[in-house]
Every structure is written in structure tokens, then in C-alpha cells.
């Protein structure tokens, strides 16, 4: 009876190890760009790897709170969905209509306190609120006009731009 309940243990934590290690490499596969593999350099550059599906994801923090960004650079600005703009207790602006991919949506804008991923930070970053986004972010243009965007292979390179100077008069 005693080596049944042993072997019967010793598979359910093989198993344990096999759920476990499926859900690393599939987390993994989704965001390639966990906060601990970021590659960084001197703050003013950011290296990402593709994700299986193609896409660019990262974490990041708004006011403090962890966030899931997807990068998009065919979205104006940096939208997110209406129940994580209430979880993270944005305030209510102005409304809009956005035309999406899959029609028009109407939607609010807001302001964010704080906003950052990897060694950037923001400070009032305005943002657009959809109802049905879910609680993946869309990192829109009017951040990424930021830095200057390069693709080389499945690695997406952003180095923060520098500032043009004042015109001359």
C-alpha cells in the first residue's frame, strides 16, 4: 500500500513539473519581453523580441500599477479598455469616436498620472478608454513619436529621440 501511495505521488509531481514548465514556455511565447530579459541600454534604448504571434509585448506601470502593452503603431494614442481604466481609477474627459478594425467605438479620454516600461517614464500621458479592450494596452503613437522605432529580424529597437531644437529665427 505504502510504495502505491509513493508512486502515485511521484507522478503527480511529474505531473506538477509539466504543467508547470508548459506554462513558463507558453507565458514566454506570449510576452517575450518579461521584465527580467528586457534588454536596456544607458536608459535611452529598449531592445524587444517578437512574440509567436508577431506582435511586440511588454509590461510596463501605470500609476504604480502593473500593465500588459501591446505596441501598435497604427493606433493614434495609447488606448485602454473601460474596466482596467476603472481598476487603475482614471477619471472620466472628453468623448470621442474611434474607428477601429472592427468599426467605430465610442470611448473618453483620460490622463495618466504616471506611465513607464522599461527605463522610460511619463508624466501625464493622455490616454483613449474603449469599453471592450480588454486588459491589454495599446501603445499608440502618441507615445512611440518619442523614440525612434527600428525593426532588424524579430527584435524591435526603441531608442529615445532626441529633441529638435528651436527654429531659428
Not at 506582435?55 to 505596441?71: A, D, M, Q, S
Not at 481609477?89 to 516600461?117: H, R
Request: aromatic share 10%; charged share 15%; net charge positive.
Amino acid at each position: 500500500m505504502r510504495s502505491t501511495f509513493s508512486i502515485f505521488l511521484l507522478w503527480l509531481l511529474v505531473a506538477g513539473g509539466i504543467y508547470w514548465g508548459f506554462n513558463i514556455l507558453i507565458a514566454y511565447q506570449y510576452n517575450p519581453n518579461a521584465a527580467s530579459s528586457l534588454s536596456a541600454e544607458q536608459g535611452q534604448q529598449l531592445i524587444l523580441k517578437r512574440s509567436k504571434d508577431g506582435h511586440f509585448r511588454l509590461n510596463g506601470l501605470i500609476n504604480g500599477e502593473p500593465v500588459l502593452l501591446l505596441i501598435d503603431t497604427g493606433a493614434t494614442a495609447m488606448t485602454l479598455g473601460a474596466p482596467l481604466a476603472e481598476r487603475l481609477q482614471l477619471k472620466v474627459g472628453a468623448t470621442f469616436v474611434s474607428q477601429t478594425a472592427n468599426g467605430a467605438a465610442e470611448g473618453y479620454q483620460s490622463k495618466l498620472a504616471s506611465f513607464s516600461f522599461g527605463p522610460f517614464n511619463f508624466k501625464n500621458v493622455t490616454v483613449g478608454v474603449v469599453p471592450q479592450l480588454g486588459d491589454e494596452i495599446l501603445l499608440g503613437m502618441n507615445v512611440l513619436k518619442r523614440f525612434d522605432v527600428t525593426l532588424k529580424g524579430d527584435e524591435m529597437i526603441l531608442n529615445l529621440a532626441k529633441p529638435n531644437p528651436p527654429p531659428s529665427l
